[in-house]
């Protein structure tokens, strides 16, 4: 069974949609990648399964619950959490006050925060060492951990990543996917990607977005 079942999406800006008819399947453990050129919509739908965006129509299930017409912060604590396109960590909070940000999730004990914590500033060692600088001194690698440790400490059952390695130098690309690669079959992910060779060895299937459709 899916984890993540979404059929006959579509969604958009206002009035007007810009994706239509969106079926996505996620299994546990599984690994979608979805590519697409700029503009086709990706970010839409993105979006609109973490509910920033309503839907224009269809349905958004969750582990057996349909969270279509549920808040963002609802479904936050459903269990989908998305890291956006362009980071959008808090620049003026520290790195420490900005991984403080998801026990409003309240998906993990304090225990359980705890050791997550742990576990990713071992995973992300460069973000124990800044954990007193702001958001907004980091490279843009740093703040791209910062942004997948923020997600990941939600404890989410589904993972959304929107372009991870938008502008990052190749060496934090790497680190990234070394990051991403630690956690596939283990957690699963939707990861909206430009550059298919980033995915492969990652993603069990990739799906691609044109013109607002899924193909
Ligand atoms: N806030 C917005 N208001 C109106 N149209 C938008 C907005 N954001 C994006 N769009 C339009 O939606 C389409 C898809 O954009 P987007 O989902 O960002 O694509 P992608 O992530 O695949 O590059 C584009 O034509 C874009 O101009
Ligand atoms: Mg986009």
Redesign the pocket.
């Known amino acids: 069974m899916s984890l993540l079942a979404v059929r006959g999406l579509s969604g958009?800006?206002?009035p007007?949609t810009?994706?239509r008819d969106a079926d996505i399947d996620l299994s546990a453990g599984q690994v979608l990648g979805l590519l697409?050129?700029?503009?086709?919509?990706?970010?839409?739908?993105?979006?609109t399964l973490v509910g920033l965006l309503p839907a224009h129509g269809g349905t958004i299930m969750l582990d057996g619950r349909d969270l279509t017409s549920l808040k963002a912060v609802t479904r936050t604590r459903a269990g989908l959490a998305l890291v956006p396109?362009g980071r959008q960590i808090i620049t003026t909070l520290t790195v420490a006050e900005n991984l403080n940000l998801p026990r409003a999730a309240g998906r993990l004990d304090e225990a359980g925060y705890g050791a997550r914590r742990a576990e990713l500033l071992a995973l992300f060692p460069r973000l124990g060492e800044r954990l007193a600088q702001k958001g907004g001194a980091l490279s843009g690698g740093e703040q791209q951990m910062l942004a997948i440790a923020r997600a990941l400490l939600c404890n989410p059952t589904v993972l959304l990543l929107?372009?991870p390695t938008q502008g990052l130098a190749p060496i934090m690309v790497r680190q990234v996917r070394d990051a991403l690669a630690s956690l596939a079959g283990r957690l699963p992910m939707l990861i909206?990607e430009q550059n298919r060779g980033f995915l492969d060895g990652i993603a069990d299937r990739i799906v691609s977005?044109k013109a607002?459709r899924l193909v």
């Open positions: 958009g800006h206002g007007l810009i994706f697409g050129p700029n503009g086709a919509g990706k970010t839409t739908l993105m979006k396109e929107d372009e909206v977005m607002g």
